[in-house]
């Protein structure tokens, strides 16, 4: 039987999940995409799928860290098959990170899968190197255990803290350290889940109540309004996506929900959100009664759910456009412009960690965001706004930008929000033409 052959009919577990999510990971799939795609096709428990996204999001988040234990353990761990270091990384993230299953139990079981797969010599090896990780005990939870000879502190709070060198020294740079070192260690840990409250269903107030009695909390401010989060997990008597299903709650980051209620949005304005997305944003605005009229955004993929969104909320659709915002075929649009444009990412690395496996051209992202915001400019009338928003943290593409802009356009910048830890890492801000 070919190695192949021998993946395809290793048993289905939670391991296995993870192991093909990394595979597809490393393979440029987006990390919430390839959970999808591997759990459709494997018949697993609705517990195992739960474990299965855990154990991929903590393998993440934690890659860099456990990849410099296990080379520590096993001298020529690169020579492993990728399917074997993967199978190695989720046994190590699960020792050193998560609380659930024995010890011995994930040794054993995926010296199991390595025999499997590879044959007993490489599960030997396997074994070999599990248990002396093992008996590093403490060790590897202390951060002076990452430092190499020769090299400064800074270079072993990257590891410690699972963040590629590269990345860290770009926050450095663009963040000041005191900033780059809160993100870099807000990126390894999980997030709180954040729901948004749906006022169009009735009953809501009664579920606001009782989800507060249960663990919930308000968020700060004007969110808090209909904005939820679980700052110590969600109780297993909830099932969310129940709620969602029936329309009476949306899944909305803490950050987008903060951005977007910090700001004083014209409620007598048009409204187009023109980085839709998958409609999130589009959602919230009808919720809290803006009248969107328009929606695009340059995928297809993500415009065809807006409809669905919409429906599931008993929302009224606005009207739908595919397009490139640089080039919006629109020469004039007399109310409100949301721009949540693509960006680095670099505030949601806790729920985004695969954005931490891939280069990051900031200057690229620099380039859209400016042609979306100046062709916004050329299309809103005096007097109306333009709302610019990111989920990253650098100046290069917020602040700074921002200020050029505007000053080679001579428009205000109104109102200048930024959401930072533990709520993620987003900047929101209003311009006036």
Known sequence: ???????????????????????????????????????????????????????????????????????????????????????????????????????????????????????????????????????????????????????????????????PAALGKLLLKECGEEKARTVMQASFARPCTCIRLNPKKEGCSELKEKLVGMNAEPLPGAAGKFG?????????????????????????????????????????????????????????????????????????????????????????????MLCDGTRAPLMRWDGTMILDVPCSGLGVLGRRPDIKMRHRDLASYVRTQRALLERALLMVPKGRDIIYMTCTVTRSENQSLVRDVCHSFGVSLAEEHTVEQPFEGMYACRIRA
């Not at 609705?46 to 996204?53: G, H, M, P, S, Y």
């Not at 299903?245 to 977007?260: C, D, K, P, V, W």
Request: hydrophobic share 45%; proline share 5%.
């Open 228 to 320: 939820l989060y679980f700052p110590h997990g969600v109780p297993a008597d909830i099932s969310l996506s129940e709620l969602a299903a029936e329309g009476r709650i949306s899944f909305q980051a803490a950050g987008s929900q903060l951005a977007l209620a910090a700001l004083s949005i014209d409620k007598d304005s048009p409204v187009w959100d023109a980085c839709a997305g998958f409609g999130g944003k589009t959602a919230y605005l009808l919720e809290a009664g803006y009248n969107v009229e328009l929606a695009s955004d340059i995928s297809f993929q993500r415009v065809r759910m807006i409809p669905g969104e919409c429906s599931r909320l008993g929302l009224k659709k606005p009207g739908l």
């Open 1 to 163: 039987m070919s190695f192949s052959a021998r993946l395809d009919a290793l048993r289905p577990s939670a391991r296995k999940a993870a192991l093909l999510v990394l595979m597809e990971t490393e393979k440029g799939a987006p990390l919430q995409a390839a959970i999808s795609n591997v759990l459709d096709t494997m018949p697993l428990s609705k517990d195992a799928r739960r474990q299965a996204t855990d154990l991929a999001y903590c393998c993440l988040r934690a890659y860099t860290r456990c990849l410099f234990v296990l080379k520590g353990v096993y001298p020529k761990f690169d020579r492993f098959p990728k399917p074997v270091q993967h199978l190695l990384l989720t046994a190590c993230t699960a020792l050193l990170f998560q609380d659930g299953a024995p010890a011995y139990a994930v040794v054993n079981e995926t010296v199991s899968d390595i025999r499997f797969l590879a044959g007993k010599g490489v599960s030997g090896a396997a074994n070999g190197g599990l248990r002396s990780l093992l008996r590093l005990g403490d060790a590897v939870l202390s951060q002076e255990y990452y430092r190499r000879e020769g090299e400064g502190e800074f270079e072993a709070f990257c590891r410690y803290t699972s963040f």
